[in-house]
């Protein structure tokens, strides 16, 4: 089993490893989410369970991808496997040391933050939430020690470990939170930690050498030339907190309800984006070291003519069935047909930045690979100050809709500026003018449809879209149904 998890891989090869792992591991914590929300409705105790996800996940998942993106280029400049192992012990040491600190704080200073950003809170509902922090402060932990494994065996060509252990992770966290939540709703944290302890072993043993000789100062460089990316997310870091200190103010359930549409537009879009995006950055960092521009133009033009195609698609499907793709799977206990509907409208408003989001991962991979990291951050960091700002100014107006705005029309312009940057600077084009009136245009269209309650206008509206996408990209369908009628009659004579 390990023999196979650990080969090489090539492009195509590590997409579909990355994906057949990645989509059940998605599936599987959708489930875990769907029990927790089952038992226990969109109430305090899902708000705090998700309030304490989005806020400790967001600062760790800042240090996780503003920190790490630098570490495939620096293995590949290692030469030998022990200064390799040196490196990633470092950054194990380094990160304890960081992280330890950031909770450190927060414990200290817990009721002062809380009593500043969730202000909507009661005492109960901030004592569960302190509750779940202890737990997830440690889960946060091995997450980011499980990233730099897998940065580690990524570097490698090596696909499968990484995945595997996700995959044995969520099963594990499911089972437990299945045991134990009659007796406690911290069951679903407590599973959570020791899938993310097993995987963390997982990992741990198939290194191939287990021994530091030396302490590698190269970790320690790699956080000094990453604090654009972190002072850039440490926005984004604040922009979260204003977002969920608007939340607790609402009823009981919306900071969830919005949680939940979040979870499902990232899930819609992690699936292919971590298989795809997660495979690419490894070939388009060597390809740049390599100074084959060209075979990075032609991956990029190909990986995001995909995803624009794959979630114009979904956001069209969604409009349609999405509604009662939402009654199927969430109806039913403490959750309401009220709650549904409000859940369905945050979705529709959220799930385009999936064709953005998706597109804005390549753009900073290329970026990354040039080790360029000041333009993406100084957009980044405009982009979500506008974010705070839209949401300061309309949320007495448009109500809890504002943070699910804010953040489609965050997406829509970082990744149109970014991209544009990218091909200014490095002569890549992430998208034509062709690809972006149609984004544009399926943004427009998808939240629209909150308006209109005829199913045959909606279908209408449909079809029109997709006769826009056949005239608009015609060239790259056809480009694309040749190297899929190649690829068939070569896998036919083989």
Not at 287 to 315: D, G
Request: aromatic share 16%.
């Amino acid at each position: 089993m390990f023999k196979f998890l650990e080969r090489k891989s090539s492009f195509l090869q590590a997409i579909r490893v990355i994906f057949f792992f990645d989509i059940f591991v998605r599936i599987i914590q959708f489930i875990r989410e769907l029990i927790f929300s089952t038992f226990y409705g969109f109430s305090r105790v899902t708000d705090a369970f998700n309030y304490t996800v989005n806020i400790l996940g967001t600062p760790i998942n800042l240090i996780a991808d503003a920190l790490l993106v630098g570490i495939i280029p620096a293995l590949n400049k290692k030469n030998t496997m022990q200064e390799k192992i040196n490196y990633v012990f470092s950054l194990l040491i380094t990160f304890f040391c960081i992280i330890f600190s950031l909770f450190f704080l927060f414990f200290i200073f817990y009721q002062h933050i809380m009593k500043f950003f969730a202000p909507g809170f009661d005492p109960d509902t901030l004592d569960l939430t302190f509750q779940f922090s202890l737990l997830y402060a440690v889960i946060g932990l091995l997450t980011v020690f499980n990233r730099i494994f897998d940065n580690f065996f990524k570097a490698e060509k090596v696909f499968g470990l990484f995945n595997f252990s996700n995959l044995i992770s969520a099963i594990l966290s499911i089972i437990v939170l299945l045991l134990l939540f009659k007796l406690t709703p911290l069951a679903i944290t407590v599973g959570m930690l020791m899938g993310a302890l097993v995987g963390f072993c997982l990992l741990f043993i198939r290194l191939p050498l287990k021994k530091m000789t030396s302490f590698d100062k190269d970790a320690v460089t790699l956080i000094k030339r990453s604090i654009p990316l972190l002072l850039s997310g440490g926005l984004g870091v604040i922009n979260t907190f204003v977002d969920k200190s608007f939340s607790t103010v609402f009823e009981a359930g919306i900071l969830t309800i919005l949680s939940y549409a979040t979870m499902i537009v990232t899930l819609t879009g992690s699936i292919l984006t971590n298989a795809i995006g997660g495979a690419s950055y490894s070939f388009i960092a060597s390809e740049i070291a390599e100074n084959k521009k060209e075979s990075v133009i032609t991956r990029v033009k190909q990986i995001n003519f995909f995803f624009l195609s794959i979630f114009s698609l979904i956001c069209l499907g969604f409009i349609v069935l999405g509604h009662f793709f939402l009654k199927i799977v969430f109806l039913r206990g403490a959750i309401t047909a009220e709650d549904i509907n409000i859940l369905y409208k945050l979705t529709l408003i959220f799930l385009p930045s999936t064709i953005f989001s998706s597109i804005g991962t390549i753009v900073l991979q290329v970026f990354y690979s040039y080790d360029n990291l000041k333009v993406t951050t100084i957009v980044n960091s405009l982009c979500v100050i506008l974010q705070i700002v839209f949401n300061i100014l309309f949320i007495d107006t448009l109500g809890y809709y504002t943070l699910a705005i804010s953040f489609a029309l965050s997406s829509l312009l970082s990744t149109t500026v970014n991209g544009y940057l990218l091909h200014r600077i490095y002569g890549i084009s992430a998208f034509n003018y062709r690809f972006f009136l149609f984004s544009l245009f399926i943004s427009l269209v998808t939240p629209s449809a909150i308006l209109i309650n005829d199913v045959w206008i909606l279908l209408w509206m449909i079809l029109i879209v997709i006769i826009i996408y056949l005239v608009l990209c015609k060239g790259e369908i056809k480009e694309y149904k040749q190297k899929i009628v190649l690829f068939i009659k070569e896998k036919y004579r083989n």
